[in-house]
């Protein structure tokens, strides 16, 4: 298996929802990254897992709340969102953190906020 | 601060002529260099990374891309073109620090039959 699987592929939720966006990997891999990627533009870091922890916050409002309950799964919690969070949510693996293996990305979860 | 530019937003080619994604960078140190393509409402695709080694990089779909430390970039090409391949490139580079991927504006390139 070589792939990243992200899920759902599109979400709409209101402003007062609280949804929930998965990512999962059997590559073994124990770096995981989520990325936030608006319409016609690049994709922009938001969270960095190393062996299940936490690594980088790239200063992402508390409203993204990120979990890595294990080495291959992880979630991205969604609570009272803004419409201007409506994005395309792309989650990433990396055999260690470092970029020397390279970076495998999922096909993302597009987020609609209502 | 790291940082890739890609200087072009649209590149057109006709099918079964080469194509040039450009390419340049701005690294401390020694660059980790990759190249993604996207198609519309999908995520990245990998097709190459240049980390160490020889200059001249061997990717997926038969896509290419040659490290050039003096003119400091990273060019995509592939000799010759298919309107399969017309989707968005983008040009990145690992930041050390935080080992995020720093990606370059993005360039669409366009394959006429």
């Known amino acids: 298996d070589t792939e990243v699987t992200q899920t759902p592929k599109h979400l709409v939720m209101g402003m007062t929802n609280k949804k929930s966006l998965k990512c999962e990997q059997h590559m073994g891999h124990r770096a995981m990254y989520w990325y936030k990627q608006k319409a016609k533009k690049p994709p922009e870091l938001m969270f960095v897992y190393s062996y299940e922890k936490l690594s980088i916050n790239e200063s992402v409002p508390s409203r993204f709340s990120p979990e890595c309950p294990n080495s291959s799964l992880l979630n991205l919690h969604l609570h009272a969102l803004q419409p201007e969070d409506s994005a395309l949510y792309l989650c990433a693996s990396s055999q260690v953190r470092g970029g020397v293996y390279g970076y495998t990305f999922g096909s993302g979860t597009r987020l609609t906020v209502v | ?113």
């Open chain 2, 1 to 113: 601060a790291q940082s890739v530019a890609q200087p072009e937003d649209q590149v057109n080619v006709a099918e079964g002529n080469p194509l040039t994604v450009k390419c340049t960078y701005s690294v401390s140190g020694n660059p980790y260099l990759f190249w993604y393509v996207q198609y519309p409402n999908r995520g990245l695709q990998f097709l190459l990374k240049y980390i160490t080694g020889d200059n001249l990089v061997k990717g997926s779909y038969g896509f290419e891309a040659e490290f050039n430390k003096s003119q400091t970039s990273f060019h995509l090409k592939k000799p010759s073109a298919l309107v399969s391949d017309s989707a968005l490139y983008f040009c990145a580079v690992r930041d050390y620090n935080t080992d995020k991927l720093i990606f370059g504006t993005g360039t669409r390139l366009q394959v006429f039959p």
